[in-house]
């Protein structure tokens, strides 16, 4: 699919003021206020920013459901809440490739500025957010959406598979409002690992929501740290089976795992490991290094 997405500005087709008109106070106020309620408590799966220049626009990453062709896929897209908001509905758009919606294309939701006359003023991001994820999943079709004899659930996969690498490649947008994303897989493709151990590392590492800013400092340290130690820990794997493998990393980069099960695997209890180079003082082997950590990186809880 040759899509291209070089242009910050989103193209609405019903609010179109939304681009030229300032929203009302009251509006101002519950976006902003929806937003810091986000920041407290993510929405699963899903990220989202404002842009900093109109509170109107949001753009969000979905991060693809597992049992779905949609799976470890990342897709960005845009809602256009309306100058007077809540009392009218919002605008929905995909902006990446995803298999579902075409991008650039209006999204016809019962939620959604397709249907006024069914808008309820109580509705909030996470309602809209929840159900345009629930709609992409099913086998409905609606305005907006390729039709099923046109985009197959092979090619659903393929999009899925090529997601994050088109966004770092060809979404401009992907750069601007999502930085945590964008350097990390910037970071990995600068790296000297080689090409399948970085697409491995992309899937691990952006499968779940960095919004919280202790997970994006948490993901930055364990990614610096391997890549730092590769060829060591390659040593270490490499009498292990393929699955045993993917375990062990997997587990290192889980943003739910604590300090103390970390120290506790097999990769840093390895006899061979630790009679080649010993890393750095501010590697994860080092007990120096946690003295340096900042308060926020506990050992009790990391997610």
Known sequence: MNYNDDV?????????????????RKTILILTKEYHNLLLEPIEGVTV????KNICIWYFLIHGPINTPYY?????????????FPYSPPEIQMISPNGKFKPRRSICLSLSSFHEECW????????????????????????????????????????????????????????????????????????ILPNNSKNYLIDILLNEPLQI????????????????????IEL???DYPQTKRNE???????????????????????????????PSSDSFLSDEGDEEEPEFYSTEDEG
């Not at 609010?15 to 030229?20: F, H, P, V």
């Not at 990393?249 to 604590?258: C, D, G, H, P, Q």
């Open 8 to 24: 910050m500005n989103p193209k609405p087709i019903h609010n179109i003021n939304s681009l030229n008109i300032t929203p009302d």
């Open 49 to 52: 920013h404002p842009d900093e």
């Open 72 to 84: 470890k896929g990342l897709y960005i897209g845009v809602i256009i809440f309306p100058p007077n």
């Open 120 to 191: 309820n003023a109580s509705w909030t991001f996470e309602k809209i957010i929840v159900a345009l994820v629930s709609f992409m999943v099913s086998d409905e079709l609606t305005s907006g959406c390729y039709r099923n004899e046109i985009i197959t659930e092979f090619d659903k996969l393929l999009i899925a598979k090529n997601s994050k690498e088109w966004l770092y490649r060809n979404c401009s947008i992907f750069k601007k409002m999502f930085q945590s994303e964008y350097q990390i897989i910037n970071k990995i493709y600068d790296s």
């Open 213 to 232: 800013s202790t997970n994006v400092f948490n993901v930055n340290k364990r990614l610096e740290d391997y890549i730092e130690n590769y060829s060591q």
């Open 236 to 238: 270490v794997l490499l």
């Open 248 to 278: 062990i990393i997997e587990k290192f980069f889980k943003l739910s795992t604590t300090r103390e099960e970390i120290r506790q695997l097999e990769l840093f209890h390895s006899e061979y490991y630790q009679m080649n180079d010993v």
